[in-house]
């Protein structure tokens, strides 16, 4: 499988239903650096394709972040302008050490990754030209 964009992970779902197990899986590269296998695992909590996903975001890539579980919401619609428009929202409230992480508050994550930041943009640029960085 040819990742594009983001970590280059897979990310498995094992179902679309409320209650469906989600995990983000650690490319080679990033598990020879240390990474777990599973970065991070959820559950589906709403499913309305194509147009919304609500899953939890458990991260598990150090003991002190895998306390915190949160929840992610993407939501697609279609612009006026025939241009179709992706809003993901990471509900933070407590959870402070993922906030600071997926947020680049934290100058660590500067070393180690982008957070959504990132992974939006590499996924704007794969959709507009068809390469990721």
Do not use: C
Not at 1 to 15: C, I, N, T
Not at 27 to 35: D, F, I, N, T, V
Not at 57 to 73: L, Q
Not at 106 to 120: F, K, V
Request: overall charge negative; glycine content about 12%.
């Amino acid at each position: 499988m040819d990742l594009k964009y983001g970590y280059r992970g897979a990310v498995e779902f094992d179902s679309f239903d409320p209650g469906g197990k989600i995990r983000f899986i650690a490319p080679p590269e990033m598990q020879s650096m240390g990474m777990p296998e599973v970065v991070v695992d959820g559950e589906v909590i709403e499913a309305d394709p194509p147009r919304r996903l609500i899953q939890t975001w458990h991260p598990m890539w150090s003991e002190d972040i895998a306390a915190e579980t949160s929840r992610v919401i993407y939501d697609i619609e279609d612009d006026d302008g025939g241009v179709t428009r992706l809003t993901v929202t990471h509900e933070l409230e407590g959870t402070p050490i993922t906030a600071a992480q997926v947020g680049l508050t934290d100058a660590r994550m500067h070393e180690g990754g982008g957070g959504w930041p990132m992974i939006l943009s590499d996924l704007k640029t794969l959709l507009e030209t068809g390469k990721g960085f």
